[in-house]
DNA sequence: TTGCCACACGCCTCTACGGA
DNA sequence: TCCGTAGAGGCGTGTGGCAA
């Protein structure tokens, strides 16, 4: 009888690896080169360019608008990185430039934080308010002759949780600190520019000054990147041409998809995962359609989205998928979802958190557009809210989330 | 009148640092 | 080593709206 041993060591010996360098198929990841995305590095160039003059006394606001993965957090952090560089060795400038995901870090406090530790600037984490650390940072700045640019990703969350004295403070920065040379300017990046156009007036003029639109991919675009990436992650000739065309088809705005990159290199990655995995040295097309069939873009992102909720609210989550399951309803009162958010957390000996938490939570849920709320009506006694997925429940979607708790119980432990 | 819950408000605890 | 500081997060309670 052949052991199990000898089985995984048949199998990772005639394994076959046709990908090199998979951190290269990572969302994270910033090319050298962005295919389709130069001439927005022109522009972001064009609107920064007073900077590099070395006497530069203003700062400088764009709006970024886009929607998820046409290439904004990717195009902007390859800017920032590329205009340091070159500020610095061509025209002896000192510009700094800082990436803040307003999705971890909503709040005027934790974005001042993040920007202090990015200049390796020691704050204490406690006892100083926003707009002292940011008095802090233009100080700083100051003594060093440098300009800051400071890129705010998925702002939307900053606008919808933080008050208008907040966003007022951050945007007007200098209406608040008295400064000769404004050297803080900011990177706005937003999925849509609604979010921009319902502020306050006095703070949409003072940031849509300047806007620069990212529309979805097309076809023929997808196709480009997805071969620079199969160039860059790949080994030689192990991608089939078909499998690019498949997929940028499948994606391509123009052909009738959602124009999403992202999703578009995420399936080749799965792809040459599913053809590995088969012993085949090359990607067919064929695995390009089981790897599409895999992935549904709307689970995706709110699989993306799950990976920043924090152990409650991924708790409060599974709670809600497991009340829907046992009730057969589409939707369930906060009460009854309270009861089982209650027993499950107890199930992972977690203290369950009272219910104006629990209320926030299911806030928080809602505008990240996991869940969706109503108020009952008429043939309900008393007033409650009625809570639903926002999505058709899948079992890959249960299971993740479940992963995600058992991730999270495991790094508490 | 009662049951149910949203929401506001104030208080408490935690946290990490600086200073005595 | 202890205490003060101040923001964030969590919690309890009171009030009021709504429908049965």
Redesign the pocket.
């Known amino acids: 009888m052949v052991s199990a041993k000898d089985i995984l060591s048949d199998s990772l010996r005639s394994s076959v690896l046709i990908i090199k360098h998979k951190d290269k198929l990572s969302p994270d990841y910033v090319p050298e080169n962005l295919p389709h995305r130069e001439e927005k590095i022109k522009e972001l160039g064009f609107v920064f360019r007073d900077l590099l003059a070395g006497d530069a006394k203003d700062s400088e606001r764009v709006v970024i608008v886009g929607r998820t993965g046409t290439g904004k957090t990717a195009t902007v952090r390859l800017f920032g990185k590329n205009f340091e560089d070159i500020a610095e060795r061509e025209y002896g400038v000192k510009v700094k430039y800082v990436h803040v995901n307003c999705y971890r870090h909503r709040?005027?406090?934790?974005i001042s934080q993040e920007i202090a530790n990015a200049l390796k600037l020691?704050i204490?984490?406690?006892?100083?308010?926003?707009q002292e650390v940011f008095k802090m940072i233009h100080e700083y700045l100051d003594r060093r002759n440098i300009h800051l640019i400071v890129a705010l990703d998925e702002f939307g969350h900053f606008l919808n949780t933080a008050n208008t004295e907040e966003i007022y403070f951050l945007v007007r920065l200098y209406d608040e600190i008295s400064a000769i040379i404004k050297r803080i300017s900011y990177i706005f990046i937003v999925n849509e520019s609604h979010s921009i156009y319902k502020l306050d007036r006095s703070i949409r003029d003072h940031i849509a000054r300047r806007l620069i639109e990212f529309p979805p991919y097309r076809s023929m675009e997808l196709y480009d990147i997805l071969k620079y990436r199969v160039d860059e992650a790949f080994n030689d000739n192990a991608v089939d041409d078909e499998v690019l065309q498949f997929i940028s088809n499948t994606y391509g705005y123009d052909k009738g998809g959602n124009g999403n990159a992202r999703i578009a290199i995420e399936t080749l990655s799965l792809a040459g995962e599913i053809a590995e995995k088969e012993g085949s040295p090359v990607v067919l097309l064929d695995h390009a359609k089981k790897a599409n069939s895999t992935i549904n873009p709307e689970i995706q992102e709110i699989v993306d989205s799950l990976s920043y909720l924090d152990l409650?609210q991924l708790i409060l989550l599974k709670a809600l998928i497991r009340v829907l399951n046992k009730s057969k309803a589409d939707e369930v009162?906060?009460?009854t979802l309270e009861e089982e958010y209650i027993s499950l957390a107890r199930e992972f000996n977690e203290?369950p958190?009272?219910?104006?938490?629990v209320?926030e939570y299911l806030r928080k849920l809602k505008v990240i557009g996991i869940i969706n709320t109503r108020q009952s009506?008429?043939?309900?006694?008393?007033?409650?809210?009625l809570v639903s997925l926002s999505l058709p429940l899948d079992k890959r979607l249960d299971d993740y989330i479940m992963q995600q708790i058992v991730v999270r119980l495991k790094s508490k432990a």
């Open positions: 709040t005027l406090y934790l020691p204490p984490s406690r006892g100083l308010s926003a409650h009162t906060m009460g203290e958190r009272r219910h104006t938490q209320y009506g008429k043939g309900m006694r008393g007033r409650t809210t």
